[in-house]
Structure formats: structure tokens, C-alpha cells
């Protein structure tokens, strides 16, 4: 079964630009979740999708960030203008589908992108 | 506010060493704790607890949950080199579907 894919795999830019990543799920996942990891954290949530539908984005620097999962499938996350505070590694996990009454499902994780903001 | 403790932030040992990687929690409506393997970039997923006392047991790895003391630990027996990572643990919420993590134990081991 192929993983979560991400591309690209290391991005380095300079502070002001815009940067784009994107994510492919593991097939028949429904939900998909972009995290943030910087340096000696663990991961942060930014946004989580279900289907093609956000269900928590509270997280999410809307200022600057922005994703979407269009067809319910891939997702791209946009950051635009980067700050220096943005350089991390952008994880993009995905998992079942937890409906009502159904137990927690395990995230399965791509292998990222590292981000440094220059 | 939710909050996942690990410690130690760090740990060196040597192979054949058996380690113990400590998870604290607190957070409403807990509803299950994972532990996560993190060589490099992506995190790997190890083990899922949603019930207190029942070990579970993968190889040399194991975990257990205390959700009287709300606390979890994550053994390792009889260390090797390729157990040297970030162990991450994390926590879900009935309050929404994503994993709150903790910093992680960087663990090395030595030849």
C-alpha cells in the first residue's frame, strides 16, 4: 500500500515569498491533516480535512496560510508571505474516517517538507 | 488548555540498555493515547492506548496506560543502534479529532 506523499521535499526561500506544498493521501483516507514541526517540538495541527470539507482550523495562521482540498483528495498548503517563525518541517498526515460511535483511527504520516525561511 | 509532557527530553544509553520514555497528560475528554516513532521526518506510528492497564506489545517495545494517574510509558528492551529516534507521544480528544503531541524523547543509542 503506497504511503503519504508530499512534495517537495526541502524548500528554502526568502522572507516575503510565497511557497506551496503539497499532499496525496493514502488512498480511501478521508481525512487529512497538515501539521507544522519546528525545531525540538512535537507536531502542531494546522488544519484538518474531512473529505473536502475543513473540520478545524483554529490553528491555522490565516493571515498567511491557506489550504484546500479540492476533490476531496490531494491538499495544497500555501504560505504567503513566509516569515523567518515559519521555517519547520510541514507534515501532512492522513487517517479513516471517524464517523459517530467509531473509535479514533491512527494518523499515518507523509514524509514532509522542510521549510527554511531565509 | 491540553497538555502532553514527555521525559526525558533526552536519554543515551547503551545497546542491550532497556529504557522507560514517560508520557504525562492532561487534557478533557481523553480518549486515546499514541505513541509515535520519528527517524529523520516522518513520524511512524507504534502503538494506540485507549485502555487503562492492558499492555500492548510489539517486539521489544512496549506500552501501558494509566488513565487513573493519566500518565503512559513506552518501554524498550535490549537496545539497538536503530532505535535511536524521537519518540513521540500524543493524545486525542473527544473535543476534536486531532493529536495533540508532546516535545518527544530524543533517544541514542550506543554501539
Known amino acids: 500500500e503506497a504511503g503519504v506523499a508530499q512534495s517537495p521535499r526541502y524548500k528554502i526561500i526568502e522572507k516575503r515569498q510565497s511557497v506551496a506544498f503539497w499532499c496525496n493521501p493514502i488512498s480511501g483516507h478521508a481525512t487529512l491533516y497538515w501539521y507544522q514541526q519546528i525545531l525540538g517540538q512535537g507536531p502542531k495541527l494546522l488544519i484538518q480535512?474531512?473529505?473536502?470539507?475543513?473540520?478545524?482550523d483554529s490553528q491555522l495562521p490565516k493571515d498567511r496560510f491557506s489550504a484546500e482540498r479540492l476533490k476531496g483528495v490531494d491538499s495544497t498548503l500555501k504560505i504567503q508571505p513566509a516569515k523567518l517563525e515559519d521555517s519547520a518541517v510541514y507534515l501532512c498526515?492522513?487517517?479513516?474516517?471517524?464517523?459517530?460511535?467509531?473509535?479514533?483511527?491512527?494518523?499515518?504520516f507523509g514524509p514532509g517538507t522542510r521549510l527554511t525561511v531565509t | 488548555e491540553d497538555k502532553v509532557v514527555q521525559s526525558p527530553l533526552s536519554l543515551v544509553v547503551h545497546e542491550g540498555d532497556t529504557v522507560t520514555l514517560n508520557c504525562s497528560y492532561e487534557?478533557?475528554?481523553?480518549?486515546?493515547l499514541l505513541w509515535y516513532k520519528q527517524e529523520k521526518k516522518a513520524p511512524t506510528f507504534l502503538f494506540m492506548l485507549t485502555s487503562s492497564g492492558i499492555e500492548k506489545k510489539s517486539g521489544r517495545l512496549s506500552s501501558i496506560l494509566d488513565k487513573k494517574e493519566l500518565f503512559s510509558i513506552l518501554n524498550i528492551t535490549a537496545t539497538q543502534t536503530g532505535d535511536s529516534a524521537i519518540y513521540l507521544c500524543?493524545?486525542?480528544?473527544?473535543?476534536?479529532?486531532?493529536?495533540?503531541f508532546g516535545k518527544g524523547t530524543s533517544l541514542l543509542v550506543t554501539p
Open positions: 487534557v478533557t475528554n481523553f480518549r486515546s
Open positions: 500524543a493524545v486525542n480528544s473527544n473535543s476534536g479529532y486531532a493529536l495533540n
Open positions: 480535512f474531512q473529505n473536502n470539507g475543513v473540520v478545524d
Open positions: 498526515a492522513s487517517s479513516l474516517e471517524r464517523g459517530r460511535g467509531q473509535g479514533f483511527y491512527e494518523q499515518y
